[in-house]
C-alpha cells in the first residue's frame, strides 16, 4: 500500500474509532455530561503517529459525532478546540519522549495537558460559542467546566496506556 493511501486509511480507522469509543462508551460523570473516551483515540494518535494523525483524528472525530449526535450544535466551538489540543498534545509528546524518563514524561505531559485543555475547552470553545450564539463569555466559559475536567481527565489518563501500548500499537498502525 502506498505511504498516501496508509496514512489515510490509519487516519480514518483512528477517527472511526474516536467516534465509537464517544458513542458507544458513555460514563456519565456531571449532571448532562459524559466523559469523551474518543480522546483516548485522539490521545494515540498523537502519542504514537504524531501531531498531524493526532490532530486530525480529533478534529474530523469531534465533526463526525456532532453530526451523528445532534448536528452543528456544539461542533465549531468543540473542533477548533480540539485542533489545538492536538496540536500542542502531538509537540509535547514528542518533546517528552525524548527524555527517557516515564514518570517525568508523564508528569510534564499532564501539566501541559492541563494547561492545553483549560485554553482549548475555557478559552477557545468558550469564545466560539460566545460568538456563535451571542451569548456571554462567562457564560458560555461556567458551562464549558464540565468539558475541562472530563476531557483533561481521559486524556492524562491515556497517558500510561499510550506509552505502555505505543510498541505494540507502532506494529499495528505502521503495517
Known amino acids: 500500500m502506498k505511504s498516501v493511501t496508509k496514512s489515510i486509511a490509519n487516519n480514518a480507522m483512528g477517527i472511526a474509532l474516536f467516534v465509537v469509543l464517544s458513542l458507544c462508551l458513555q460514563v456519565p460523570v456531571f449532571e448532562n455530561y459524559y466523559l469523551c473516551l474518543g480522546y483516548i483515540a485522539m490521545t494515540v494518535y498523537c502519542y504514537v503517529k504524531g501531531t498531524i494523525s493526532g490532530t486530525i483524528v480529533g478534529t474530523i472525530g469531534v465533526v463526525l459525532y456532532c453530526l451523528l449526535i445532534n448536528g452543528l450544535r456544539g461542533m465549531p466551538g468543540w473542533a477548533v478546540a480540539n485542533l489545538l489540543l492536538g496540536i500542542i498534545m502531538g509537540i509535547t509528546f514528542k518533546a517528552v519522549k525524548r527524555l527517557k524518563k516515564p514518570l517525568l514524561e508523564t508528569i510534564i505531559s499532564s501539566i501541559v495537558i ?62
Request: with cysteine; charged share 20%; hydrophobic share 55%.
Open 114 to 175: 492541563m494547561i492545553a485543555t483549560a485554553i482549548a475547552m475555557l478559552i477557545v470553545k468558550s469564545s466560539v460559542e460566545s460568538f456563535l450564539y451571542s451569548q456571554p463569555f462567562i457564560l458560555r466559559c461556567t458551562k464549558n467546566v464540565y468539558a475541562f475536567v472530563a476531557d483533561a481527565f481521559v486524556i492524562i489518563i491515556s497517558i500510561p496506556i499510550c506509552r505502555f501500548l505505543e510498541p505494540k500499537l507502532k506494529e499495528i498502525i505502521n503495517k
